[in-house]
């Protein structure tokens, strides 16, 4: 009954607005709304997370968000997902941790990036595909890694430390490290020099 309270607060303080224009409020309900999301038993929250309003967050969710983290408007997120120090998710991204997501330090996901670690196997035409089986699998996104906006990542996937993804691309397989990827499905276009 507790938890549920709790998170009864958090959602109402989601729902409150940011008022950019008078920092002080600014500054303390976007900590607040981290604050209260620590006091959860299956959310670890360090100090200095902001959350930005309209977050949505599934209540068993198992999350982790290291220093720093900046979660921007409207973003909704669910499952087991660990975030490192210092790395900004933009609005309206959805992370859907259902098969684990861990992104790592310094990271930037821009604005409307979809990621996806769960799919359904549609692959036997005699199994409808409302009945077909979930499939999990984890994704992973290293260091200083930038997803630029409307990025859509599969299940499975490793995103190597240093990579870059384009604007609009499908990434369905690993991108290693130092490099550029774009397009669909994502393809090596360049290196990070």
């Known amino acids: 009954m507790k938890n549920k309270f709790i998170y009864l607060i958090y959602v109402i303080l989601s729902n409150l ?26 959310m670890e929250i360090s100090n200095g997370v902001k959350i930005y309003r309209g977050v949505k967050i599934s209540r ?32 309206y991204t959805k992370i859907d941790g ?17 990621i996806f670690s769960h799919y359904h196997n549609i692959s036997d035409k005699n199994i409808l595909v409302n009945k077909s ?34 604007y609009g691309s499908i990434v369905t397989k690993n991108c290693e490290q130092n490099f550029i990827y774009a397009g669909v499905p994502a393809k090596k276009i360049g290196e990070r020099i």
């Open 133 to 166: 089986k979930e499939c999990f699998q984890e994704i992973h996104i290293g260091n200083n890694v930038m997803l630029y906006s409307r990025v859509a990542v599969m299940g499975g996937v490793n995103i190597h430390d240093n990579s870059a993804i384009a």
């Open 60 to 91: 068993n969710s198992n999350l982790i968000l290291s220093k720093g983290v900046v979660i921007k408007e409207f973003c909704i997120l669910g499952g087991t997902i660990a975030v490192g120090e210092d790395t900004q998710i933009l609005s």
């Open 17 to 42: 607005p940011d008022f950019y224009m008078i920092r002080v409020w600014f500054r303390n309900i976007t900590k607040l709304r981290a604050k209260v999301l620590k006091l959860l038993p299956n």
């Open 98 to 114: 259902s098969g684990k997501v861990t992104i790592g330090r310094d990271t930037h996901i821009g604005r409307e990036n979809d």
